[in-house]
Structures are given as C-alpha cells and as structure tokens.
C-alpha cells in the first residue's frame, strides 16, 4: 500500500485477473498459490506464475498479497515454511491468513513478511484486533458484519491496519465460518471448498411463518451482493486503510469493471472531500451490470440485518450484460498490459561513451524513492557522411516492445557529427530498460535462511509422549436450567458448562453451588459471538460473574479471551471448538494466549486428532453442532422480528430439518445440521485418542432425552465396560467428520 494513501485492494483469481485489475487502477492485488488457499477451485498460480507475478506488481507500483487463509492440518503445516520461502525471498508484500498456528509459523520464519488477519478470524471488536497487534500482525480484515461505529472504535483504540470489504458475495454465515458445506456436501468452507448450501433453497416449516410467495422465493440464506461504494468516505473516515472487492472466482472483466468504478470514486473523495462526493447513476447500473443478485445490498454497516439484505429468489447465473460494455473491458484491461512512465537521458558526444540515464516515475515502484540507471554503450563515431539527427536517436530508442514501460520524457543530448549503429542504440536501450526492471524488482527481494525447526515433525509432541490409552470423562454443556437436575448424580460427569445466555446471571451462583454440592465443576460458556450486545449484557452482569465461583470459561473467539484478560478475570480459560486448532502450532498459540485446554475442531477426522497432542483435548462427542452462526435472522426474514428467543425449523430440498435459533440477547442466529452428532460407538478408538473430556452438548432436548443420553455415554465411558460391546445411539445420527474427514 502506498503511505498516506487508501488502499483499492482487488481479488485475482488468475494471472490475467491481476492484470486486468492492475491496469484498471487496482493499489493491491490479492492472489492464491497452488496451496492454503480459501479458493480451491480458483485458477490458482503454480510457484514460476506466482514468482512472475510479483515481479509484474513490483514495477507497477502495486501491492501483492498471497491469501494463506485456509486452516492447516498438522502434515501441511510443516510444509508452510518451504512453501513460503521461494515467495518472501521474491519480495511479496504479505500473507493473509486464517490459521493461528500458520501465524506463529511464519513469524518464527519469515519476521519480515506482513501478516494480515483474515475476514475468516472473526474479528469483531478492539478485544480481538488488540490480540492480533500485539502478536505482530500488521492488518486485520474486519468481520464483514461489522458497523461503521464499530471500526471507528477498533481504529481509535488499537494500532493496527484495517481492511474491510466494500463489493461482492456476501456469506450468509459469520465471516464464511461456515461448517454447513462440509456436514451436508462434505466440502469444508475453512479449506476453500465451499459447496455454497447457502444459495440453496430453504422453507420454514409452521403456518404463522411465511417463506415466500413461491419456490423461487425461498432462498432464504443467499445474500444480495454488497456494493458499498456509496459508503467510501463514512469507511474512509472510520480508519479503514484498505478496500477489499470480493471476486476471487469471477472473470478478468468483472475484476477490471468492479476495480476501475472503485479507483474513480477513491480518487474522488480524496481530491475533492466528502463536499465533492457524488455517485452517478451510469456507475452503479455498470456495477449491477457487471453481476448481482436481485441488487445490492450496502451490508452491515449501517444496520445489523435485515430481510432487505436477502435476495429470497433464485441463485443466478451469471447475467449478460452490455456487450459493448464487456469489449470496452476487455479492450482496456484484459487484453492489454499496464506500463510504467519512464524519464531519459540519452547522451551522444562524438568520440565519447554514449549513455542512458533512466529513471522510473517517482513513487511509483514502492512509493519512495525513485528507480535510477545508468548504462554505458560505444563510442559514438565521427560520421563520414551523414550524422545521427536527433529524431532517429529518439525513434530508437522509444521503441519499448514488450518492456514494462513506456517514455514519459526523453532528453536527448546530441554534440558534434556523431554516428551510432541502430545495433548499439538497440543494444544500449534494451539493456537500459532491462536493468531498469531488474533495479525495481531486486529492492523487494530478501534472502530467508529458515532456521532448523521450520517447520517441525507432524505429531512429534504426542510420540514424545508415548502412546497414551485412557477413559475420558464427560462434560455435559446446557443451554436450560431444565437439564441440571438429570446429571448431577452420574459420576462419570465431571464437569458442567452452562450458556451463559440459558440462565438468569442472579441464578449463577446457586448453579455453581450445585454442581460443587455434587462434586463436579462449573464452566461459563460465553457467546459464540461477541460484539456490543454481549459487551454489555458482561459489562451490566460482571459482579454476577465474579462472584459466582465459576471454575472456568468456555470461550469462543479472540475476542472473548481479549475481554477477560482486559477485565481482569482471572479464571482458567477453555477453548472451544471453533478457535479452529487444526495443528499444534495453533494450540500451542492458544496455550500461550491463555486457554488451559482446548477442544478438538469438528471437521477432523480421527486420525488427524491422533496426530494431536490430546491430554489438555477435550472432543464434543454428542450434540446438534452449529453449522451456521448468523448475524441474520431466518425468524426476522420470514415473519419480522419478535424480539424473543426461540427455535424454528427450516427445511431443505432434500427434507431436510435444520433448527435454527435466535439468540436475541447477542443477536444472532444458530443453525444447526439436522442429525446429532454421537460417537458413542467409537470408543474404542476414543480412548486411544486420549482426551481429557467427551463434551456432550445439549440445545433443545427434553430432561428425560438428557437423561437417557448422559446414562448411555455413562456406560461407554465406564471401564468396567467390556470394550467388545458397542453402544449405540437411538435414532438416526451421525458420527460427523470422525470417520471421513474433510479435504
């Protein structure tokens, strides 16, 4: 990013997308390698493009960024450094990544590569960012449901970058966290292969509920397209540094339209104030032109959801628009290569060295100082006949060809009757031009001799340890009050979360009491979201939780464990499944961030946890699980907002039933899949595993269904047991990614 200027950032989806978004006006380009990228099925850059295509930024004066920003499994970790090294070594601007462990990888690595927190982090408040700034990350993309007071806020009190998006795809799902893709399709969202269950259709089942005036109007989770162009100077104003277009997977033309109306209305405001700002009409129709469905949407940063947001009708194609408009595109950008303005100075003395003094346009190579060269070529000869004129040196040696650059200024210095070959003139300029490319590229580069643990051994903490064989307890995690009296008398029960939103904080303390009178601890499970309202529904109830004895938290996000620490609690900390600790390396970083124990992620299967440290582990073993968290409301969507929590059904196309739950006291929406996860009668393989806790997590059950459940896990986990006997679930179930996994 050029200092003191607002970064236009653009998706590239292939070389020919950087170019057209380069050529268009874009500041920053943002790109997948052949690896760790959230857009699997992108036209990704094998290392010789990628490499090519940071020097082509390099010399236009353009930012380019690798996305890093799928979660690694702990054999792909190990394997970041080497993959990395080839790219930092080229000078490449910075990664943009997801996983906690590939950050603490690659500032272990790479001290010099700026890391930016992705979208996909969840970060929804200063909390969180204050986390991020203080391990070293550079910028932070903002969860896309943020407000516009809620950035300001995060500007003004952290010291960190701040990008947000400003037009394209919208996930119905917080920050495309999304885990609907892999239960149902089996294609994980976090590892860039998103099957889009979202632009499906849904209905609500009950008759106070209505979905749609008809079939093609019961998209109820696909988002219009965000176009916050109008927004610029308020984003602006609130400290965003960068403005990120969405468009990875969309053509050249889409990237170079979508970028060239940004630059232009950028450009705008910045020359003329928030006075001189006015978006027209011609604009926005290009934009709707160019894709969208059923309009835009200008997203959360002006409201918190709404049914306005969502298109309700039926996934489009990709809309043909104004041919002519699509040949302008391709005329302009796809088709053609941005060049560089370059200042000369052609010396030709008769008897002496003749000379090109290059100089690449000020600020433009890294927006300091300028690009200078100097070459030396033959003596000029004293001519026998006719002497060089002015204008062949000059038609010489403008010829760029298929150099970067194009003459802004050429001085040329002729004195006496010289004579100079074509050849030398030829030979003297391509060699000028060539050292010209050579002098900008070099001044990224940086050499990077990784230290020895790099990239240490998958699993080599849990072989260190020896194989461990054991019998887990359980922890039983409660959303009711209802529930509580069911397990307290089952020994094998250890420990008890309660939601901290499923009962009255004044009832706090006498839960606790409770669970201590029978021998078991107490865990506060916080939000899974936690953003103003659940600031200050903590803030108003804080001596509540203080004073209640909790033997712990439950956390959900960076944000969470960034509000604890600031307030001065001083309770042991757990993880949660979606802190995502696919490797060691990131629970090593949560360790450090604070987190006694963390939770195995939902979308590993057993082996993968096997190569996992498990003693400090503990693994969610029954339960509806969270597919989708939402800052929309399908309730809100379907029959307006009634301010109450409750619990609908939503059905797909297949039949189907999804519950879906709207928190109303942090305002957001839980879908869940449609089968229980229950591993009950994978035990054998559990206790090989070795977690410290099988969590059962109940949400709608009955107290007797409760009941059932516990006793049945009771008996699987009782070593008295014979491990020859299975128990099994009743019901239909699911034992999720145990088995399979996701790619």
């Known amino acids: 990013m050029r200092q003191g200027q607002v970064e236009v950032l653009a998706p590239a989806g292939s070389f020919e997308s950087m170019k057209a978004a380069i050529g268009a006006g874009a500041d920053g380009v943002y790109i997948g390698g052949s690896r760790f990228g959230a857009r699997a099925y992108a036209d990704n850059l094998d290392q010789e493009r990628m490499l090519e295509a940071i020097d082509y930024a390099h010399i236009r004066g353009v930012s380019l960024y690798m996305t890093v920003n799928t979660l690694m499994k702990e054999k792909e970790i190990e394997e970041l450094p080497r993959f990395l090294r080839p790219y930092y070594e080229q000078g490449l601007d910075g990664v943009i990544v997801q996983d906690l462990g590939a950050v603490r990888v690659i500032k272990r690595c790479f001290r010099e590569l700026p ?28 969860a896309r449901e943020l407000s516009l007071d809620e950035i300001r806020r995060i500007h003004e009190e952290v010291p960190i970058e701040i990008e947000c998006f400003v037009h394209g795809a919208l996930c119905y799902c917080y920050s495309g966290q999304c885990l609907l893709s892999s239960f149902i399709g089996g294609r994980s969202g976090n590892r860039g292969r998103c099957a889009q269950p979202c632009r499906l259709p849904y209905v609500v089942k009950g008759k106070e509920h209505r979905s749609g005036n008809g079939p093609k109007d019961n998209y109820l989770l696909s988002m219009k397209d965000l176009c916050a162009l109008d927004l610029i100077p308020d984003l602006i104003e609130a400290g965003v540094n960068s403005l990120k277009i969405e468009g990875r997977m969309k053509s050249p033309r889409y990237t170079a339209g979508v970028v060239r109306v940004y630059r232009k209305y950028v450009d705008q405001y910045l020359e003329k104030g928030r006075e001189g700002y006015h978006v027209a009409q011609s604009d926005r129709q290009e934009l709707l032109e160019l894709f969208n469905r ?39 950008y796809v088709e053609k290569e941005k060049k560089e303005l370059v200042k000369g100075v052609l010396t030709v003395k008769e008897g002496q060295e003749i000379s090109l003094d290059l100089e690449l346009k000020p600020g433009q190579a890294d927006g300091k100082e300028p690009a200078r060269v100097s070459v030396r070529g033959a003596r000029a000869e004293s001519a026998r006949n006719q002497p060089v004129s002015i204008a062949q040196l000059e038609k010489q040696i403008k010829k760029t060809g298929d150099m970067p650059f194009i003459w802004e200024k050429l001085d040329i210095r002729l004195e006496g009757q010289a004579f100079v070959p074509v050849q030398v003139l030829n030979e003297l300029r391509r060699r000028g031009l060539e050292q010209l490319r050579q002098c900008v590229v070099d001044r990224y580069k940086r050499t990077c001799p990784l230290p020895e643990d790099s990239g240490r051994e998958a699993g ?159 693994m969610i073993g029954y339960g509806f699980l969270p597919a989708m968290v939402s800052a929309q409301c399908v309730r809100k969507t379907v029959s307006g907002c009634s301010r109450k929590p409750g619990r609908l059904i939503m059905q797909d196309r297949m039949g189907k039933e999804l519950p879906v739950e709207n928190h109303c006291a942090y305002c957001y929406n839980i879908i869940y899949n449609p089968l229980p996860l229950s591993l009950a009668d994978q035990m054998d393989r559990i206790r090989e595993l070795a977690p410290k806790a099988i969590r059962l997590q109940f949400t709608g059950e009955s107290p007797e269904e409760i009941r059932q459940i516990v006793a049945m896990w009771a008996k699987a986990v009782d070593e008295s047991q014979s491990t020859g006997e299975r128990v099994v679930a009743a019901g239909s179930f699911t034992r999720g990614h145990f088995r399979r996994g996701v790619e």
């Open 115 to 142: 890391v930016h927190a992705s979208t996909q982090m969840t970060i929804t408040g200063a909390y969180g960012a204050r986390i991020l700034a203080d391990l070293g990350i550079k910028r932070v993309v903002l």
């Open 294 to 332: 059923g309009g835009f949407t200008d997203g959360y940063y002006r409201q918190h959801n709404g049914p306005q947001m969502i298109a309700r009708k039926e996934k489009p194609s990709f809309r043909p628009a104004d041919q002519k408009l699509f040949d302008e595109l391709d005329r302009l």
């Open 460 to 618: 080599g903490r849990e072989r260190q340890r020896g194989e461990r064989h054991g019998i887990p307890g359980l922890s039983v995690l409660l959303s009711s009050e209802e529930g509580l009296s069911q397990i307290l008398s089952i020994p094998q029960v250890f420990r008890v979360y309660v939601e901290a939103d499923g009962l009255e904080p004044g009832r706090w303390r006498s839960w606790v009491k409770r669970c201590h009178d029978c021998g078991k601890s107490c865990v506060l499970a916080m939000p899974i979201i936690f953003r103003k309202q659940a600031e200050h529904f903590f803030e108003d109830k804080l001596s509540f939780l203080l004073e209640a004895g909790f033997d712990g938290i439950l956390v959900r996000s960076l944000e969470e464990i960034g509000y604890l620490r600031q307030r001065g609690v001083k309770l042991p900390v757990y993880g949660d499944h979606n802190l995502y600790s696919f490797n060691s390396e990131t629970m090593d970083m949560l360790l450090e961030l604070g987190c006694q124990e963390t939770t195995f992620p939902l979308e590993l299967n057993s082996r993968e946890m096997g190569q996992l440290f498990g003693e400090s582990r503990e």
